[in-house]
């Protein structure tokens, strides 16, 4: 059943009975002045699983994936990968610990082919063969077609699935995506979500935040809701959608989630 109550405080994310959870984020929260950008944020992201954490704009998605891979300390909490607490851990160190990202915007090398922007990452991570991986990756994505044209000059849908390629060529063990379906045809997309699958399949932990609500019920195993920095509703996409609260929060905005 769902678990999200205004009247039970905080939503705590945990999944009682969770085994192999890689990434544990515990009651984090990030102010910046007067303003709480998230507030005691508490989830487990299991291996093996794509764990979807879905709100509207300004919800506090991308500050608690930056707060994850290292680019915003938090005010209060913990983030731990494997029961390792690294919270005070650098942005580089986190990727050498098998944490990878894309990001809201895309952040591709424009000015190098889209080979080059794989294979930087797997020469970064010391891959026995980084040439051979960033062909690998780029066929996994769909994007091999494009190794050589200059990053910023292919469409966006095949920026973003660049970022993806360079995100797997360091074997990430945490994978964070956000937003990666945005500039995807819909074919492309369903392509895409069985990547998802295939990753999580192979035992990788996947961190989605994502717009496109159709492609987050079909693949996330688990979500977790955030409005106004706070968690507002967890559990399974179908009790998620259920959630009255979940329903409210969303009226206007993805009204799809309410049907």
Same mark, same amino acid.
């Given at each position: 059943?769902?678990?999200?109550?205004?009247?039970?405080?905080?939503?705590?994310?945990?999944?009682?009975?969770?085994?192999?959870?890689?990434?544990?984020?515990?009651?984090?929260?990030?102010?910046?002045?007067?303003?709480?950008?998230?507030?005691?944020?508490?989830?487990?992201?299991?291996?093996?699983?794509?764990?979807?954490?879905?709100?509207?704009?300004?919800?506090?998605?991308?500050?608690?994936?930056?707060?994850?891979?290292?680019?915003?300390?938090?005010?209060?909490?913990?983030?731990?990968?494997?029961?390792?607490?690294?919270?005070?851990?650098?942005?580089?160190?986190?990727?050498?610990?098998?944490?990878?990202?894309?990001?809201?915007?895309? &952040? #591709?090398?424009?000015? =190098?082919?889209?080979?080059?922007? *794989? +294979?930087?990452?797997? %020469?970064? /991570? @010391?891959?026995?063969? $980084?040439?051979?991986?960033?062909?690998?990756?780029?066929?996994?994505?769909?994007?091999?077609?494009?190794?050589?044209?200059?990053?910023?000059?292919?469409?966006?849908?095949?920026?973003?699935?660049? &970022? #993806?390629?360079?995100? =797997?060529?360091?074997?990430?063990? *945490? +994978?964070?995506?956000? %937003?990666? /379906? @945005?500039?995807?045809? $819909?074919?492309?997309?369903?392509?895409?979500?069985?990547?998802?699958?295939?990753?999580?399949?192979?035992?990788?932990?996947?961190?989605?935040?994502?717009?496109?609500?159709?492609?987050?019920?079909?693949?996330?195993?688990?979500?977790?809701?955030?409005?106004?920095?706070? +968690?507002?509703?967890?559990?399974?996409?179908?009790?998620?959608?259920?959630?009255?609260?979940?329903?409210?929060?969303?009226?206007?905005?993805?009204?799809?989630?309410?049907?």
């Amino acid at each position: 059943m769902s678990i999200s109550t205004r009247e039970a405080g905080p939503i705590n994310g945990r999944r009682v009975g969770s085994e192999d959870v890689l990434l544990a984020i515990s009651d984090v929260t990030v102010r910046f002045g007067g303003l709480v950008a998230v507030s005691d944020v508490s989830l487990d992201v299991p291996a093996g699983q794509v764990t979807g954490l879905i709100g509207p704009n300004g919800a506090g998605k991308t500050t608690l994936f930056n707060v994850v891979s290292g680019l915003q300390a938090p005010t209060h909490g913990r983030v731990r990968l494997n029961d390792v607490d690294i919270t005070g851990w650098s942005a580089a160190r986190r990727a050498r610990a098998g944490i990878a990202r894309t990001f809201q915007r895309l &952040e #591709v090398f424009g000015s =190098l082919s889209v080979r080059d922007n *794989v +294979l930087t990452a797997a %020469e970064l /991570s @010391s891959a026995p063969a $980084p040439a051979a991986v960033a062909d690998e990756m780029l066929a996994r994505v769909g994007a091999s077609a494009y190794a050589d044209a200059a990053a910023d000059a292919v469409p966006t849908g095949v920026a973003r699935l660049v &970022e #993806v390629a360079r995100a =797997l060529a360091i074997s990430p063990h *945490v +994978l964070l995506l956000d %937003e990666p /379906s @945005s500039g995807l045809s $819909p074919s492309e997309t369903e392509t895409f979500g069985q990547l998802l699958r295939d990753l999580a399949a192979a035992g990788t932990a996947v961190l989605l935040v994502e717009h496109d609500v159709d492609l987050v019920m079909h693949v996330c195993d688990y979500l977790h809701v955030l409005d106004f920095g706070r +968690l507002i509703g967890a559990g399974t996409p179908a009790e998620v959608r259920a959630d009255p609260i979940v329903q409210t929060a969303y009226l206007g905005a993805t009204p799809e989630l309410a049907s």
